[in-house]
Each structure stands twice: as C-alpha cells, then as structure tokens.
C-alpha cells in the first residue's frame, strides 16, 4: 500500500491511498493535480545519518565512520511533495541531498536490529537540504540543517513489501540525473540504525530516519526543479526560489555530513 496525506479541494486534511495515479479516500478519488500533498507522517523529530554511503565519504575526503553520526532536523524543516521551497537569500551554498526515509509506525525505544522490522511502518523520499555555509562553522549544524522546509517529504509512504533491498535511489536536477545508487549500499543498514537511535532515544509514530545519501551532492540555484525518485516508493519533486549560489565546486564539503 501507497499512503498519501493531503489537502482535498475542499481544504480538508485527509489520509487516502495511492493508485495507478488516483488517490483514494473513502469512496472519493482524485486526480494528483487536484489535491496539495502533505509530507506523508507529523514527525515529532527527524533522525538524519551522516556520511552513510562510501562514495558520499570519499567525495567529501572523510573517513568512512565507526558508527552512525546522527543529528537532527526538527519539524520546521517539513516540506512536501510540490511545493515551492524558498532558498535562504543570506547564504552563499545550499546543497540537495537524495536519502531514503524511514517512517516509524509505534513509539519505541531500545529496539535490537532483528525487531526493527516490527516498527517500521514504511519509506519514503527525502531532500536533506543543507546550509554549507552555516555547516561549516557550526558544531551542532541548527543553522545548518534545521532551517525551514529543509526536508521535502513524499510523496507517498510505501510500505515495507513495495521497497526492495536493492532499490535504486536517484536524484535529478532539472532531468540531469545528479545522484545514483541503490539502498543496499548503505554503510549502516536500517535495522542497524533504528538500534542505534532508540539505545538512548525513543522514537515517536511518525518520526522519520533519514538514512544518508550517496554522492553527487551539488549547488541548489533559483529556478531549479529537483526530483528525489526511489524505487518503490515514487518521485518526491520540489521547485526552488531565491538564493545567490556563489558558484563553490561540488566538493566543496565539510566532514561528517
């Protein structure tokens, strides 16, 4: 199943299915275009994971981590599926980043890596847009990484039988794709990780892993359209507005991001 949020055209928040491009609520089906899609859970917190894929480390010149680097976004951050999302004017370099999200479906806390599947209620696609500016010089990223609508969510939470292993995660920029890769490359895997996190955090129903993402990180620009497509779950697609890319390379990094 493909569970979507959104906004019906008469401005009611509702909970329906995804089907061969027709959203089902009740008896009631709409067209996508009809409705404004919300990012597909109300996270209390989402957990991000650094430098999770070999080749995201290597392009940042990082060594690969011993264990999971985690930090925060915070739910200021959601955005969803079609929104416009205004990129900070004040800052010189913020940066896409394609990741599979982890949607949990009951509040946990000290979970092993072999019941994780019992609390996963399924995937879906995020942006993990990134401040380097700010990055740079902060310890704890806040500024970073929590500013607004820097984590476009969705479309759809797919639950765990549509999303395989070995499902392809890509990310495209105005139809260039940018980043390629498959979920299995993965340095820590899911279950790994929700062990991880709930050792000294518990997570809430709704709350999101976000799982790192493989490199060809780049420059976001005004005007650009970019799409985060995973298999099995769909394509997440977001336009942007604003910003002054100040023309930094694309390696151009800092570690443990």
Not at 151 to 176: K, S, Y
């Amino acid at each position: 199943m493909r569970k979507v949020r959104f906004i019906d055209p008469a401005g009611s928040v509702r909970v329906g299915k995804y089907l061969n491009d027709v959203i089902q609520f009740g008896d009631q089906r709409f067209a996508p275009a009809d409705v404004s899609f919300l990012p597909p859970s109300e996270p209390s917190k989402i957990v991000c994971i650094g430098l999770n894929y070999a080749n995201h480390a290597e392009e940042t010149d990082s060594d690969v981590p011993e264990r999971p680097l985690l930090f925060l976004k915070t739910a200021n951050t959601l955005a969803g599926h079609g929104d416009t999302i205004s990129l900070p004017e004040s800052k010189g370099r913020i940066d896409y980043e394609a990741e599979l999200g982890v949607v949990i479906g009951e509040q946990c806390r000290s979970v092993a890596a072999d019941a994780a599947e019992d609390v996963i209620a399924g995937y879906t696609c995020v942006n993990d847009i990134s401040n380097r500016d700010d990055q740079r010089v902060e310890q704890n990223w806040v500024r970073g990484k929590a500013f607004d609508n820097a984590a476009p969510v969705g479309p759809v939470m797919a639950t765990p039988e549509h999303v395989d292993a070995d499902a392809t995660i890509e990310l495209r920029q105005n139809g260039e794709v940018k980043q390629s890769s498959t979920i299995d490359d993965l340095l820590f895997s899911v279950p790994e990780l929700i062990e991880e996190i709930t050792e000294l955090i518990t997570l809430e129903a709704g709350d999101i892993i976000a799982t790192g993402t493989p490199a060809g990180v780049g420059p976001l620009s005004d005007g650009d359209t970019v799409e985060v497509e995973i298999e099995g779950v769909g394509v997440l697609s977001n336009d942007f507005v604003g910003g002054k890319f100040a023309g930094e390379t694309s390696n151009d990094f800092i570690p443990g991001q």
